[in-house]
C-alpha cells in the first residue's frame, strides 16, 4: 500500500527527501513550496530548488504565499493526504493545516532535538563548535520544533568540517529517515517521543551583522565562525587591496602558529587573532569567484603588518 503525501519543502535541502518518497513509490498529491521570486538582471521569476524538482517529475506543484484562511485549508483537505512531509518550508503552518492530513505533519529537522531548534540549525551548530549533530522525524506541533521524535540519524561534526559539507550529509540521511518514517507509518509501527525539557538551544536566523568577523576572537572562534558562515553567507573582513577598501569572504581557514596585534597580516598570509593566528585557505571578493589564497594575496596590494577589520 502507497501513501498519498503532500510534500512541503523549498531549498536545494529538501530536494533529496522529495526524490526518496518519489522512488519509494509513494503517490505525491501535490508539492508545496514558496512562490517564485525575481532576480538577476532581468528580474526573470526563480523558481525555487523543490519546485525545479517537481516539475522534472511531473508532479502538481502549489505556491501558496499564506495559509491563513480556509481556502489553503479546504484545498488540502480535498486532497485527502494520508500524510504530509514539511522539510525547510518557510510558511508558518497553522493548526488547520497540522492536522489536515489523516497521520498529521511530519518534519525533518537538522538537529538533535532540542538542541538547536529554529531557522538556522546547522549554521549554528558548526558556529557553536559542537562536536555532534543529526537530523530527525518529528511529528509537527504548533510550537517552534518542540514536537515528539520519532527517528534520530547521528552525525559527527569534523573540526574542519563546514555548514556546507555537513548540509549535504544531513539532507541524505534525511531523505533516507523520511523514507523509513513512511513505511513505519504505513506498518503503523512509528512511535514518537517527546523531547527532553532540558537542553533547549534556539537557532536564530543567521544576520548580514553577524557575518563580520572579529579578529579580537580566538583563532579557534574565528575558525568555527567561518567554517559556520561557510558557503553562505560567508563570515567578511573589510580590506583595502590598492583600489580602495572593498569586503572579502572567508571560506575556508587554517590553524596555524602566529601572533601579532589582532587582524594584522602576518608573514606568510596568515592573520593574527586575539589567541594565535589562521591561514586564509579560500577567499572571495565581492562581484568574482572564491579563489585560493595563492592567487589571492598575489592579485591584492597588500603587505604584511597591514591591518584587517
Not at 525575481?38 to 521569476?45: H, V, W
Not at 537557532?203 to 551583522?209: C, L, Q, V
Amino acid at each position: 500500500m502507497t501513501l498519498r503525501v503532500a510534500f512541503m519543502g523549498t531549498p536545494d535541502f529538501a530536494v533529496p527527501t522529495l526524490e526518496a518518497i518519489a522512488e519509494a513509490g509513494h503517490d505525491i498529491v501535490s508539492v508545496y513550496t514558496k512562490a517564485p521570486t525575481a532576480s538577476g538582471r532581468g528580474l526573470r521569476q526563480r523558481r525555487t530548488p523543490v519546485h525545479e524538482a517537481a516539475d522534472r517529475r511531473a508532479l502538481p506543484v502549489q505556491v501558496p504565499r499564506t495559509f491563513r484562511g480556509p481556502e489553503e485549508e479546504a484545498r488540502l483537505r480535498a486532497l485527502a493526504p494520508d500524510i504530509a512531509v514539511v522539510v525547510a518550508y518557510g510558511l508558518l503552518l497553522p493548526a488547520s493545516i497540522l492536522t489536515g492530513p489523516r497521520h498529521g505533519c511530519l518534519n525533518l529537522h537538522a538537529s538533535l532535538l532540542p538542541r538547536w531548534r529554529g531557522a538556522a540549525p546547522i549554521h549554528r551548530a558548526v558556529m557553536a563548535g559542537d562536536r555532534e549533530t543529526g537530523i530527525g522525524v518529528m511529528r509537527m506541533e504548533e510550537g517552534l520544533d518542540t514536537g515528539p521524535v520519532a527517528l534520530e540519524a547521528r552525525l559527527p561534526i569534523g573540526p574542519d568540517d563546514t555548514t556546507g559539507m555537513l548540509h549535504d550529509r544531513l539532507a541524505a540521511e534525511g531523505a533516507r529517515l523520511a523514507v523509513e518514517a513512511l513505511a513505519g507509518i504505513k506498518a503503523g509501527t512509528l512511535r514518537f517521543s517527546p523531547q527532553a525539557d532540558s537542553g533547549v538551544v534556539y537557532a536564530r536566523k543567521i544576520t548580514n551583522e553577524e557575518a563580520r568577523l572579529d579578529w579580537v576572537w580566538p583563532a579557534s572562534r574565528v575558525h568555527d565562525h567561518v567554517r559556520g558562515l561557510s558557503p553562505w553567507p560567508g563570515a567578511f573582513f573589510e580590506a583595502d587591496l590598492g583600489s580602495g577598501v572593498e569586503r572579502i569572504k572567508l571560506l575556508r581557514m587554517e590553524r596555524t602558529e602566529g601572533k601579532g596585534l589582532p587582524g594584522t597580516l602576518l608573514e606568510g598570509g596568515a592573520i593574527a587573532c586575539g589567541e594565535g593566528a589562521l591561514r586564509p585557505l579560500l577567499l572571495q571578493r565581492a562581484g568574482r569567484g572564491p579563489v585560493e589564497a595563492e592567487a589571492f594575496w598575489r592579485g591584492a596590494r597588500v603587505a604584511p603588518g597591514s591591518r584587517l577589520v
